[in-house]
Antibody
Framework: QVQLVQSGSELKKPGASVKVSCKASGYTFTSYAMNWVRQAPGQGLEWMGWINTNTGNPTYAQGFTGRFVFSLDTSVSTAYLQISSLKAEDTAVYYC??????????????WGQGTLVTVSS | SYVLTQPPSVSVAPGQTARITCGGNNIGSKSVHWYQQKPGQAPVLVVYDDSDRPSGIPERFSGSNSGNTATLTISRVEAGDEADYYCQVWDSSSDPYVVFGGGTKLTVL
């Protein structure tokens, strides 16, 4: 069965970096894109962008350029989200999500369990 | 960027029908998807492409989309349906490509 398993919660100081992993199983990793979604405490869902798992080409939504980097290790079917120069407002749960239709981020039928990143001094 | 508007909250008694709306400019021309999110859990896709249900989702969940409003309808509401619900569209001509509505808290009275 399809599973997306994310790394555990992180507590970081402002200015530090964090790398969140999302390990996929149960399907061919390079046949589906990987998307990232942010949810700040008590807030709604916000799409951050996606990475083509075939080419490694990332696409970032507005507001998520510069400090956010999507990457892959296809040898272990894992996608990564790295955030640098962390700010308090980066405190959120970050989800990886697989689209139902290959590389098109139309809708998302599988989600990771979420990774809470807390930024606090 | 494209904007989706949902009511912050909807309340319904058990056994009744809940309707959650999602407004957007000419949303009827787009495919709308709906997610259910319970506290501390990841979202779950409950309706896709306006009105289709993924396997395992009860028939009580249905959707429609026309004009400037899409609607998620939950029939015979149960206590376990209490959750946040989000609509979502994809539009490759806008930035961001993927837009979520602000979410609606469904309370079962």
């Amino acid at each position: 069965q399809v599973q997306l398993v994310q790394s555990g919660s992180e507590l970081k100081k402002p200015g530090a970096s964090v790398k969140v992993s999302c390990k996929a199983s149960g399907y061919t990793f390079t046949s589906y894109a990987m998307n990232w979604v942010r949810q700040a405490p008590g807030q709604g869902l916000e799409w951050m962008g996606w990475i083509n798992t075939n080419t490694g080409n990332p696409t970032y939504a507005q507001g998520f350029t510069g400090r956010f980097v999507f990457s892959l290790d296809t040898s272990v079917s894992t996608a990564y989200l790295q955030i640098s120069s962390l700010k308090a407002e980066d405190t959120a749960v970050y989800y990886c999500a697989r689209p139902s239709s290959g590389m098109v981020p139309a809708n998302f039928d599988y989600w990771g369990q979420g990774t809470l990143v807390t930024v606090s001094s | 960027s494209y904007v989706l508007t949902q009511p912050p909250s909807v309340s319904v008694a058990p056994g009744q029908t809940a309707r959650i709306t999602c407004g957007g400019n000419n949303i009827g021309s787009k495919s709308v998807h709906w997610y259910q999110q319970k506290p501390g859990q990841a979202p779950v896709l409950v309706v896709y492409d306006d009105s289709d249900r993924p396997s395992g989702i009860p028939e009580r969940f249905s959707g429609s989309n026309s004009g400037n409003t899409a609607t998620l309808t939950i029939s015979r509401v149960e206590a376990g349906d209490e959750a946040d619900y989000y609509c979502q569209v994809w539009d490759s001509s806008s930035d961001p490509y993927v837009v979520f509505g602000g979410g609606t808290k469904l309370t079962v009275l």
